[in-house]
């Protein structure tokens, strides 16, 4: 059963930074594209960021500039560093992984941020 846990999410305060991470076991880890999703209070789940094996990286353009998305192909974790928070980021930060090769698609159990003074 492929497993992806994440961590590093909690309180911060605007303008603050935080790193997360996701640790995927299980997994063929290169053939997948890993991403980050998340869900803020009333809103629908929505893409932060991409990354795939290759190093190609994409942005929901709310997120440019101020995230960054990198992954370790060898210790098959993929992180999410934070940067100038702002309280509209304030949501449930979800792990993705999806196959380039088959239609598997799986989930992490998500990890908390919120950003509020």
């Known amino acids: 059963q492929v497993q992806l846990v994440e961590s590093g999410g909690g309180l911060v305060q605007p303008g603050g930074s935080l790193r997360l991470s996701c640790a995927a076991s299980r997994i063929i880890f290169t053939i997948y594209t890993m991403g980050w999703y998340r869900q803020g209070p009333g809103k629908q789940r929505e893409l932060v960021a991409t990354a795939t094996s290759g190093g190609s990286t994409n942005y929901a353009d709310s997120v440019k500039g101020r995230f960054t998305i990198s992954r370790d192909n060898v210790n098959n974790t993929v992180y999410l560093q934070m940067n100038s928070l702002k309280a509209e980021d304030t949501a449930v930060y979800y792990c993705?992984?999806?196959?380039?090769?088959?239609?598997?698609?799986?989930w992490g159990q998500g990890t908390q941020v919120t950003v509020s003074s």
């Open positions: 993705n992984a999806d196959s380039t090769r088959t239609v598997a698609k799986y």
